[in-house]
């Protein structure tokens, strides 16, 4: 069955359930519909971007205390009496001023790495809880009565089932919203974070940018589900805002299948229905002293998520009557659009790259000595030598990850010292790394369209209402082009996880070509291939040299490189040592030295 079907099946079965259901279960369905749009944002952001955020629930407060402040404060100031005549005018404004709120924690908190950043999502999560009970004007404790309802047409939505409505609406738009996103180009930007901040920015992808991106829209996602929530309630205070409902949300996104929109509802789904289960059945069966539907509550969730680690989402669609074709919007690729733009190629011989006297020192540690090199294009250059000689090291120097100590890099004519790698791989440099970084759960398809990100331009706002149709074909039938380009056609929507190392490898030379690059960087490509794979990998790295393009590799195997390589530069302690013709390169006596310690 086509998920299409299911899907309307769902939203009919929604529409019927305030006419059959009893209030109280109304209520609880928008509860599940308030908590899963805030669950939304964390998928987002946790289950996507790989950042944990304990502070949502200070978001959802954030969109509710303005709402509740502003339409209830008969006094405010003159110049804001405006804003409080409906709830719709407090909602843009809770929304621009969650988003302002995000954009400064945002900017101070996402740089921080490893756990700081959970521990500064709870500091702050913490603060603003305190913020709403201690702030003269919000109630304290008791908080804020009578707040209007939302009127929507006309019609009041005073009632559980009126606004449960909105409450949906509002949550399948933002599903929808979401869904469009994570299929885009701005979409494989964010899910690009998971494989790693140098992968990413070496694809062009700003990272820092894209991490802010999806923490705003998560903050809006939950100031939205704070205004609806306090004009369901009518009234606010802080409890529900704390640092508990925040962990709550969290174990939602973790229950439900932190990398899928649909996990997010059903996270919200399950454990809201598992909650008021327990708090309805448990102190009937055991006495209600001692709270024990909280104590079997943390150890259903630690049982749930030892039983399940990816979540209930990935669990239940193995079961559901699925097609396994590929969706719609991958089915682009195969659509006929004229090709992307392509850059003007050097012509052969052009000088490429320029390594200057480039050293660079660890502390006393000099892993670069006065290294010289050149490349120029229609040219493949092996960099060669024995373990820790210092070959990665220089390999980041030119494609920017690092910077050298002294010395210079010249791309393309350019000096690129310390430019950052998303520029120098705007300018035409393109690379794959000694330890595949590829995102294992996407498809191949997918994967390597990350590499073109540079050639499309539509941003947030296109992805999310999928105005973008064109460039994303376009974009597509590019990853489509070079996959097939490579040997790997047959793979378009494998996952990318599933592939065999050697065609993972090769995967990510697809990925680098879709950058349309005039220098290909390869950290031993032909590591873990087999021969018919080295053969097919040689068969390529030559075709792609006769075009004009300029290939650096570093490389271990020497088969490989003898029969391959125009020129080879071989290091030893951070100098090179030799450089020359393959031929030559064998039997000089250093090089033997240096890789045999003179036995042969
Ligand atoms: P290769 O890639 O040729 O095996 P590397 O470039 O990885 O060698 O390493 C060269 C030397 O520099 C090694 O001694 C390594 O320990 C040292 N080194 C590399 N990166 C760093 C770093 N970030 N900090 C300190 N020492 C480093
Ligand atoms: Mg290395």
Known sequence: MKSRYLIMLFIGALMSAPLILPTFQVTLLNYIGLYALVVLGLVLLTGVGGMTSFGQAAFVGLGAYTSAYLTTSAQLPAWLAWAGTSPWLTLVIGIVFTGLVALILGALTLKLSGHYLPLGTIAWGISLYYLFGNLEGLGGQSGITDLPPITLLGLSLDKGEKVFYLIWAILLVAMLITHNLLN???????????????????????????????????????????????????????????????????????????????????????????????????????????????????????????????????????RLPLSSKPSRALLKAEVEVPPLSRRTPPKKGDLILEARQVTRSFGGLVANQNMNLTLRAGEILALIGPNGAGKSTLFNQLSGVDIPTSGDVVFMGERINGVPSRQVARMGMSRTFQHVKLLPGMSALENVAIGAHLRGHSGILASSLHTERTEESRLLAEAHRQLERVGLGDYLYEEAGSLALGQQRILEIARALCADPVLLLLDEPAAGLRLKEKQALAELLRKLRNEGMAILLVEHDMDFVMGLVDRITVMEFGQKIAEGLPEAIQSNPAVLQAYLGGAE
């Open 184 to 318: 885009s180009r701005e979409g494989r930007a964010i899910r690009a974070l998971k494989g790693g901040q140098v992968m990413a920015e070496s694809m062009g992808v700003d990272t820092f940018r894209a991490k802010l991106v999806i923490f705003l829209i998560s903050a809006v996602f939950a100031a939205i589900s704070g205004w609806l929530y306090a004009h369901t309630q009518r009234f606010v205070n802080p409890t529900p805002f704390g640092l508990n409902m925040g962990i709550d949300y969290l174990f939602m996104a973790l229950i439900g299948g932190v990398g899928s929109v649909w996990g997010a509802l059903l996270g919200a789904g399950v454990l809201t229905l598992l909650k008021q289960w327990l708090q309805d059945w448990l102190p009937a069966l055991v006495g209600s002293e001692g709270n024990y539907e909280t104590i079997v509550f943390g150890l259903l969730i630690v049982l749930l998520m030892q039983r399940v680690p990816g979540g209930l989402w990935p669990l239940l669609t193995k």
